[in-house]
C-alpha cells in the first residue's frame, strides 16, 4: 500500500474550498499545492479569491500568484512543477493537500496530461480569426456540434479552452474528449479526495455574496489596472470580462455584475457537472462536521 497521499479538496466555486483545505493541512501539519488557475497571476488577486494574507501565512502554499499575466504558463507546465514539489514535500510528509476548481488542473496532478495529436497551426488562427469576427457564440455552437460531452464541462465563457478543443476536433476528425480517456502515467501517490456542496440555492447565494465582497475589497479598481492587457489570456475570465464590457461602455455598472454573478453562477454549475462524473470522491455538505472529515480521510488511508 502507498504511504504517500495527497487529499485533494475539490467543489464549487465560493463553497469554503480554501477554508477546509487549511484545516486538513493544519491538522496533518503538512503543505498545501493550489491547483486553481486563476490565482496563479500576481496581478489578479481580488477578482480570483486569493486566500488572504492570514491564511496563506497559516499554512504553506504554493502555486499561488508565482506567475505574471505577461508569462504563457500551459497545463502542462503546472503539472511538471506541481509533480517535482509534491515530490520534494513527499520525502519528508506522508499528506500533501491540494486545493483548486480548475477541474483541468486536478486531473492533470491526479491522472497526468493527455496526448494530443500535433495540429496545423493554420487551424489555430483560423478558430483566432472566428472568434474575432463571429464572436465566442460561434465558436460554442461549433464545439456542441462536434464534442457534446466537452461542451458540457468546459467553461463556455473561456475562448483559450474552446479553441484548444476546437483546433483538435478540426485537426484530428475526433472529438476532443477522445483523447482524454487513453492510459495515464502512474503516481507515486494516492488521492483522496473530497467534495465540499450544497443545496443549489445555496451555492448561488454563496457566489453572490462573494461578487459583492470582491467589489467592496477592490475588484473595480483592479480591473480599470488591468485594462490596457485585457487581450490576455489570463484575463480572459469571469470578473474580469464583464467589467471590461462595462469600461468600454457595453453595460453599465450594475449589467456588470449582474452578468459576473450570472457567469460565475453558470461556472460553478459546470464544475459540479465535471465532479458528479468522478465515482472516487467523499461527499461532504458545505456545513460539515471536521472530525467525520477526518475520519472518512483515515478511513481511505487505512482502507
Same mark, same amino acid.
Given at each position: 500500500m502507498c504511504k504517500k497521499n495527497l487529499i485533494s479538496i475539490?467543489?464549487?466555486? *465560493?463553497?469554503?474550498?480554501?477554508?477546509?483545505?487549511? *484545516?486538513? *493541512?493544519?491538522?496533518?501539519?503538512?503543505?498545501?499545492?493550489?491547483?486553481?488557475?486563476?490565482?496563479?497571476?500576481?496581478?489578479?488577486?481580488?477578482?480570483?479569491?486569493?486566500?488572504?494574507?492570514?491564511?496563506?501565512?497559516?499554512?504553506?502554499?504554493?502555486?499561488?500568484?508565482?506567475?505574471?499575466?505577461?508569462e504563457e504558463y500551459t497545463v502542462g507546465d503546472f503539472e511538471r512543477e506541481a509533480i517535482k514539489k509534491l515530490e520534494s514535500l513527499f520525502q519528508d510528509k506522508d499528506i500533501v493537500v491540494m486545493v483548486g476548481g480548475s477541474g483541468l488542473y486536478v486531473d492533470a496532478i491526479k491522472n497526468g496530461l493527455d496526448n494530443f495529436p500535433p495540429i496545423d497551426p493554420v487551424v489555430r488562427e483560423t478558430l483566432n480569426n472566428t472568434l474575432k469576427t463571429e464572436?465566442?457564440?460561434?465558436?460554442?455552437?461549433?464545439?456542441?456540434?462536434?464534442?457534446?460531452?466537452?461542451?458540457?464541462?468546459?467553461?463556455?465563457?473561456?475562448?483559450?479552452?474552446?479553441?484548444?478543443?476546437?483546433?483538435?476536433?478540426?485537426?484530428?476528425?475526433?472529438?476532443?474528449?477522445?483523447?482524454?480517456?487513453?492510459?495515464?502515467?502512474?503516481?507515486?501517490?494516492?488521492?483522496?479526495?473530497?467534495?465540499?456542496? *450544497?443545496?443549489?440555492?445555496?451555492?448561488?447565494?454563496?457566489?453572490?455574496?462573494r461578487v459583492d465582497m470582491m467589489l467592496e475589497q477592490g475588484l473595480l479598481e483592479e480591473v480599470a489596472s488591468l485594462e490596457e492587457n485585457q487581450a490576455l489570456n489570463a484575463l480572459q475570465t469571469v470578473g474580469y470580462r464583464e467589467l471590461f464590457s462595462y469600461f468600454k461602455g457595453d453595460f453599465d455598472l450594475d449589467t456588470a455584475i449582474a452578468e459576473i454573478k450570472k457567469n460565475t453562477r453558470r461556472f460553478a454549475k459546470r464544475q459540479l457537472t465535471w465532479l458528479r462524473k468522478k465515482e472516487d470522491i467523499l461527499w461532504v455538505d458545505y456545513e460539515y462536521n471536521f472530525n467525520e472529515i477526518l475520519e472518512k480521510i483515515e478511513q481511505k488511508r487505512n482502507g
Amino acid at each position: 500500500m502507498c504511504k504517500k497521499n495527497l487529499i485533494s479538496i475539490v467543489g464549487p466555486t *465560493a463553497i469554503g474550498k480554501t477554508t477546509l483545505a487549511i *484545516a486538513v *493541512a493544519k491538522h496533518y501539519h503538512t503543505e498545501i499545492i493550489s491547483a486553481d488557475s486563476r490565482q496563479f497571476y500576481k496581478e489578479m488577486a481580488v477578482g480570483t479569491a486569493v486566500p488572504s494574507s492570514e491564511e496563506l501565512a497559516s499554512v504553506p502554499h504554493h502555486f499561488i500568484q508565482h506567475k505574471s499575466i505577461f508569462e504563457e504558463y500551459t497545463v502542462g507546465d503546472f503539472e511538471r512543477e506541481a509533480i517535482k514539489k509534491l515530490e520534494s514535500l513527499f520525502q519528508d510528509k506522508d499528506i500533501v493537500v491540494m486545493v483548486g476548481g480548475s477541474g483541468l488542473y486536478v486531473d492533470a496532478i491526479k491522472n497526468g496530461l493527455d496526448n494530443f495529436p500535433p495540429i496545423d497551426p493554420v487551424v489555430r488562427e483560423t478558430l483566432n480569426n472566428t472568434l474575432k469576427t463571429e464572436g465566442i457564440l460561434s465558436l460554442q455552437e461549433r464545439l456542441k456540434i462536434l464534442d457534446r460531452d466537452y461542451y458540457n464541462q468546459v467553461d463556455l465563457n473561456n475562448p483559450h479552452r474552446l479553441i484548444r478543443a476546437l483546433e483538435v476536433c478540426i485537426g484530428s476528425g475526433l472529438p476532443y474528449t477522445s483523447f482524454l480517456k487513453q492510459k495515464k502515467p502512474k503516481r507515486g501517490f494516492n488521492t483522496i479526495t473530497v467534495g465540499i456542496t *450544497a443545496e443549489r440555492k445555496i451555492i448561488y447565494d454563496r457566489i453572490n455574496q462573494r461578487v459583492d465582497m470582491m467589489l467592496e475589497q477592490g475588484l473595480l479598481e483592479e480591473v480599470a489596472s488591468l485594462e490596457e492587457n485585457q487581450a490576455l489570456n489570463a484575463l480572459q475570465t469571469v470578473g474580469y470580462r464583464e467589467l471590461f464590457s462595462y469600461f468600454k461602455g457595453d453595460f453599465d455598472l450594475d449589467t456588470a455584475i449582474a452578468e459576473i454573478k450570472k457567469n460565475t453562477r453558470r461556472f460553478a454549475k459546470r464544475q459540479l457537472t465535471w465532479l458528479r462524473k468522478k465515482e472516487d470522491i467523499l461527499w461532504v455538505d458545505y456545513e460539515y462536521n471536521f472530525n467525520e472529515i477526518l475520519e472518512k480521510i483515515e478511513q481511505k488511508r487505512n482502507g
